[in-house]
């Protein structure tokens, strides 16, 4: 009797996590908790934007964004709410930080050794990509020469402390959703791991430079073409296999491996028929683990309705359930990779990393990716220009958004409107908390960690050891953040949108026409001023209404991200501006806009035309109409030809004056 062969033993499942961080540190402990109960196997905290870009809740730039977009960490005493009862040593967490990421680690080190953990064996990541913060996010601070050295002080600081942390998470996600080719995504990312290690060399001995070069890992991004995607993580476990081994010499194949963490797209989830991202989710997800050689080791997914909005637990279980029923229901992680030797996956990941080759030796060629960055940024922007254009002409179909478009209305949004809301009043909350704690805090304690914390930083010392000591004393992130601006100064990174108008004007000139003629009747060029307040530093939208403005022919008056309500109308008055348009995409569009509008109606320049993009529910929109916003924009509104007609129309002086 022929004997059944043996099956190969099963693969491990990926981590399983799902990004997450609100309102509190303690409502997020609650979330994380129940998560992990659920059967999550690994947290992923989501930090507000104040956190994020080293604002403590009370700064006038935090106003209205305290913990709409993840969770507000100022001082030990939130981080250690954050983690109450969840055993840092037993668990694997990554943390979604870049700016300051030397200074959360060091939070997180501190909670750990206050609950006995051993440092050694702490495990999980700190994102800690700067590069793409100045191409696609905005949570930068500091230039990027002394940025890059604070992320080699945290890979130099772990690889001699906590050798099983990810010190530096290269992070390709964001450079997807602002318009990244393949090519462009693997190349651009490719090269920032070549600068950190460039970096992190001459830091170590060369016997320990290969064990410090298998800690670098990568989080990604996987879109709706799932072949590709799949074809593109293909050629990333490739191409980073042969920079190690070509460029630095490492030979142990293990620490040469492409080690990534996943979000699948959250760029395509839709506004309209939002209960199709379901399936858009589950399809990207394939992308990421059909292929044995090429499989994420921690998977997070969005939820089906961050298009509109904060996800509710119930929405992130959902999300959860399908990663556990790919892991556990089926036989995915029973068989050998199943495209090896597939020629028409062999033939794509050839093409992907051709192009990516080509573009890397053309960064490198730029003295690498921090000399490249104006230049990636331009690139960007032109092929998220590309894709927006696609979309709108139909030739990249979205379903429910240019085809399909009649639909019922889905039961799933419910009375809540089918998403959570953050209480108002946690910010307020949250600034007395840390009013209580700095008034009870060792202000000698403080002021000696500062004064340490502050040599370090201007001496070019490592500033691990300084932060932890600084968090230790009961150092706030601002003050934390305020040390590094004042030894390396602030940063702004380049727009990627030049004053030339594109070659991409094909199908404007009814509009261009119309802006010609307004601005003769008006006088003068029609001018637009586009401003991001507050700390939101998704600007693909920003930087394609004011692309398309350009091309269109008007004057546009675009500074970029993280601007002041003050600022804003200053530049409005300066610049003797026509119409404004404010893009928020942080949830914190009401007091923002408010604000904007009282401060223009101070100056003298309520008669301004007020436009606003951004996630904003059907109810916020009604309020901000009521304030006196002329129109509201949110992703439903794709067609940006529509959104050029409307602003003609707002400015022209001819129908007004027959009104």
């Not at 150092?475 to 100064?489: D, L, N, P």
């Not at 109308?569 to 610049?575: I, K, L, T």
Request: proline letters at 5%; a negative charge; glycine letters at 8%.
């Amino acid at each position: 009797m022929t004997e059944t062969p043996a099956l190969p033993p099963r693969d491990k499942p990926w981590l399983i996590r799902t990004y997450a961080g609100h309102s509190t540190a303690a409502a997020s402990n609650a979330l994380y908790r129940g998560n992990l109960a659920k059967g999550q196997t690994g947290l992923s905290v989501a930090f507000d934007l104040p956190t994020q870009t080293g604002y403590d809740s009370d700064h006038v730039l935090a106003r209205g964004e305290v913990g709409k977009v993840g969770v507000p960490i100022c001082h030990l005493g939130d981080m250690r709410t954050l983690f109450d009862q969840i055993p840092l040593e037993q668990m694997n967490t990554s943390m979604t930080i870049n700016a300051t990421a030397p200074w959360l680690l060091a939070l997180y080190i501190a909670v750990a050794e206050e609950q006995g953990a051993d440092i050694s064996k702490l495990q999980g990541t700190v994102q800690n990509d700067l590069i793409k913060e100045y191409l696609s996010r905005g949570t930068y601070i500091c230039p990027p020469k002394p940025s890059l050295r604070m992320i080699g002080d945290v890979a130099e600081y772990c690889y001699k402390h906590v050798p099983k942390w990810n010190p530096m998470n290269v992070c390709s996600y964001h450079l997807q959703e602002a318009g990244a080719t393949p090519e462009q995504e693997l190349a651009f990312a490719l090269a920032t791991g070549i600068a950190v290690l460039d970096e992190l060399k001459p830091r170590v001995p060369d016997e320990d430079f290969p064990t410090l070069c298998g800690r670098i890992s990568f989080f990604v991004n996987a879109g709706i073409r799932f072949v590709t995607e799949m074809c593109k993580m293909r050629a990333f476990v490739d191409l980073w296999d042969e920079i190690l081994a070509e460029r630095y010499g490492i030979e142990d194949p293990r620490y040469r491996r492409f080690r990534y963490g996943v979000q699948v797209n959250s760029l395509g989830l839709t506004e309209q028929q939002p209960e199709n991202n379901v399936y858009r989710i589950l399809i990207e997800m394939l992308a990421v683990t059909l292929s044995k050689k090429a499989r994420a080791r921690a998977v997070q997914l969005p939820a089906w309705n961050e298009a509109l909005g904060l996800p509710r637990p119930w929405d992130q279980q959902w999300s959860m359930r399908m990663q556990q029923i790919m892991a556990y229901e089926t036989d995915l992680l029973e068989y050998d990779d199943l495209f090896d030797e597939n020629p028409a996956v062999d033939r794509k990941v050839a093409a992907l990393k051709e192009g990516a080759r080509a573009e890397l030796a053309n960064l490198d060629s730029m003295g690498g990716a921090i000399e490249a960055i104006e230049y990636m940024k331009g690139r960007l922007v032109e092929s998220n220009a590309d894709r927006v254009n696609r979309v709108e002409r139909g030739e990249t179909v979205v379903v429910g958004v240019n085809r399909w478009t009649e639909s019922e209305r889905s039961p799933l949004l419910g009375e809540d409107g089918g998403i959570m809301t953050v209480d108002p009043a946690v910010e307020q909350d949250q600034v007395t908390r840390l009013d209580t704690w700095r008034a009870e805090r060792d202000a000698d304690a403080v002021a000696a960690a500062l004064a340490d914390l502050r040599a370090a930083a201007r001496e070019g010392r490592n500033v691990m050891e300084a932060s932890i000591a600084a968090a230790k004393a009961g150092v706030t992130t601002g003050e934390w953040a305020g040390e590094m601006r004042a030894a390396h100064g602030e940063y702004r990174g380049p727009t990627g949108v030049s004053k030339s108008v594109s070659n991409k004007t094909e199908g404007l000139d009814d509009i261009r026409e119309s802006v010609a003629a307004v601005s003769d009747r008006l006088g003068r060029r029609l001018k637009f001023l586009v401003g991001k307040p507050g700390l939101d530093g998704h600007s693909n939208g920003a930087e394609q209404i004011a692309f398309r403005a350009r091309d269109c022919g008007m004057e546009i008056d675009y500074e970029g991200i993280r601007l002041t309500p003050a600022q804003i109308v200053a530049a409005a008055q300066e610049g003797d501006v026509h119409v404004i348009g404010l893009s928020i995409l942080s949830g914190s569009h009401l007091p923002l806009v408010e604000e904007t509008l009282a401060r223009l109606r101070e100056a003298g320049l309520g008669h301004l035309p007020v436009i606003v993009g951004g996630i904003i529910p059907e109810e916020d929109a009604k309020a901000l109409k009521n304030m006196g916003v002329a129109r509201v924009y949110t992703p439903k509104d794709f067609e940006l030809n529509t959104i050029m007609r409307d602003i003609v129309t707002l400015v022209d002086p001819e129908p007004v004056a027959a009104e």
